[in-house]
Structure formats: structure tokens, C-alpha cells
């Protein structure tokens, strides 16, 4: 059992930035893929970026590369997700979820286990 709790959203304009984490408590962290998610009211929840159980690999949605990084810290069960350059269109509630899968499914949110509770990002305009 994996219990994941998001933090570090908030308002920012446009250009700015934000620093997401997501705490895990539970056993065996190091052994889920962790990917971050996002999602507007009325739609459905997409990917964004996941990060390999050793903390390499990362892979990221085409609208974020080159703005946001994904990282994670076995020893302090946390991943975090460093967003830049933020747009308008990236507002929404972003989360944590750890999975078993491989990277060919990360995108996939029937693939994870357990989910955080979300946290919201609003970038004005």
C-alpha cells in the first residue's frame, strides 16, 4: 500500500514557474514507475511526465518537453515535477500516481495503482 499526497500548486502568471511534489508513505516506493497526470474539469486526465523506479528515463507529453522536469528521490520518497515557461492551457489538477508499468504504458491511467489527491495549478494570463 502506497499513499501519495501532492503539494505545491498554486497561482502564477503566465512565464512563471512551480515546483510540484509528491510525498509517499507505504513500502516499497522504489519499486513504482511514478508519473504525473493532469486534468480539467470535463476532461479526461492525461499525461505529462513519469520517471523509472531508478530515477532515470524520463519521459515527457510533447506539450511540456523543454518546460517541465520530472524528478525522484528514492531515499525521501518523493517525486517531484518542475514546472517553467507556464502557459494558461496548463492550468489544472496535477497528479502523482505510481505504477508497475513499463514506459510503453505510463500514459495509460488504468496502469496505476495508487493516486495522489491532486493539486491545483492556475496560470493566468
Known amino acids: 500500500q502506497v499513499q501519495l499526497v501532492e503539494s505545491g500548486g498554486g497561482l502564477v502568471q503566465a512565464g512563471g514557474s512551480l515546483r510540484l511534489s509528491c510525498a509517499a508513505s507505504g513500502r516499497s516506493f522504489s519499486a513504482y514507475r511514478m508519473t504525473w497526470f493532469r486534468q480539467v474539469p470535463g476532461e479526461e486526465r492525461e499525461f505529462v511526465a513519469t520517471i523509472s523506479t531508478g530515477g532515470v528515463l524520463p519521459d515527457y507529453a510533447d506539450f511540456v518537453k523543454g518546460r517541465f522536469r520530472i524528478t525522484r528521490d528514492n531515499a525521501k520518497n518523493t517525486v517531484d515535477l518542475q514546472l517553467n515557461s507556464l502557459k494558461p492551457e496548463d492550468t489544472a489538477v496535477y497528479y502523482c500516481?505510481?505504477?508497475?508499468?513499463?514506459?510503453?504504458?505510463?500514459?495509460?491511467?488504468?496502469?496505476?495503482?495508487?493516486w495522489g489527491q491532486g493539486t491545483q495549478v492556475t496560470v493566468s494570463s
Open positions: 500516481a505510481a505504477g508497475r508499468s513499463g514506459v510503453r504504458d505510463a500514459y495509460r491511467t488504468e496502469k496505476y495503482d495508487y
